[in-house]
């Protein structure tokens, strides 16, 4: 008997080998969501689809993209936490979640440096100031002698409170010495629709956003807010260049998880992105859309976002930003 034992287990064993330990599972089982905090048609949106079209090719399961607008991102970053930690939602967003809000925001609804585990950031977008075509103000020269003529009359939109591009019209504002009233918007698409149907004269948005509509002819652009110019743009001048040295401003973007992601999902999640992020033909599609392919893991993640939070609470400070 003790040798048919042995027998049937040498047997029976290399079997059993091939099937899955009972009550483990095999991740990706099933489909996995990415939230957008921003709303449909937007640089987030935009760049959220193609990751997860590249991402559902090298993980085996459908990967779709849920929208969540909203309090500049916090509806979107709430809808993770309260998800199950289980690698089966991910969240797409930029600094304006996890460095800007909390630079302006003291109640916000969660830890930047505690809830969010990185699995990389991924890119970096650029800023326009951007304006409808039939606006007779043709540069900043004519918005700044224009606001001061009428202190807050003109408005500025940006695509949501306390987000990069809030960040960088109310530095801009602050740095030019002049009051326009602030119009925040539930995400990119809405407030560039209204920008193009002239129901606010001037907006801060992403280059990605602005360009298609730039080519159309709907929109003009007056400058971009970073260091050097945007190769998409290379014609728009920097507000560097038009004498407002201090600015650079730009957006970077992070896919993350909730804390506590089992480690098995997280390697599946990271060798995948790091695997897209390589892939030659990924960088020329971002590049095309006009996102700079920028990877990086966060060795630590609470120290590198504490740090830029410190940062931008004193950008806030002397814009004078403020949560509306």
């Known amino acids: 008997m003790t040798r048919f034992k042995s027998v049937f287990l040498a047997l029976i064993l290399p079997i059993l080998g091939l099937f899955p330990t009972f009550g483990q599972s095999r991740y990706p089982e099933r489909t996995i969501q990415i939230i957008a905090p921003y709303a449909p048609g937007g640089a987030a949106d935009i760049f959220s689809r193609m990751i997860a079209a590249d991402l559902e090719k090298r993980l085996g399961q459908p990967v779709i ?7 500049g991102t916090i509806i979107g970053a709430q809808a993770l936490i309260a998800a199950p930690a289980d690698g089966y939602t991910l969240f797409l967003s930029s600094n304006s979640t996890f460095t800007l809000n909390p630079a302006v925001m003291p109640n916000i609804p969660y830890d930047a440096t505690r809830d969010f585990e990185p699995i990389a950031q991924l890119a970096t977008i650029g800023l326009a100031l ?25 408005s500025m939109a940006s695509f949501g409170n306390a987000t990069v591009s809030h960040f960088g019209g109310e530095w801009f504002k602050s740095a030019a010495g002049i009051r326009m009233v602030h119009i925040p918007y539930r995400g990119s698409g809405p407030a560039m629709n209204d920008l193009v149907a002239r129901h606010v004269p001037y907006l801060v948005d992403t280059i990605v956003a602005a360009k298609p509509q730039v080519e159309a002819g709907k929109i003009r652009p007056l400058a971009v807010t970073m260091a050097s110019r945007s190769a998409m743009m290379p014609d728009v001048p920097t507000l560097r260049e038009l004498g407002y040295r201090d600015i650079d401003l730009s957006s970077w973007v992070a896919i993350v998880t909730a804390k506590g992601v089992p480690a098995d999902a997280r390697k599946k999640l990271s060798d995948a992105i790091a695997a897209m992020m390589q892939d030659p033909a990924m960088q020329e599609r971002m590049l095309k859309a006009g996102f700079e392919p920028a990877y990086r893991t966060y060795p630590d993640w609470a120290a590198s976002v504490a740090a830029e939070i410190a940062a931008m609470k004193a950008i806030a400070s002397q814009a004078g930003i403020k949560a509306e």
């Open 130 to 154: 951007l304006t409808h075509v039939d606006n007779p103000v043709r540069d900043v020269r004519g918005l700044v002698s224009a606001a001061k003529a009428e202190p807050d009359k003109l």
């Open 65 to 71: 993209v849920v929208n969540r607008p909203g309090a």
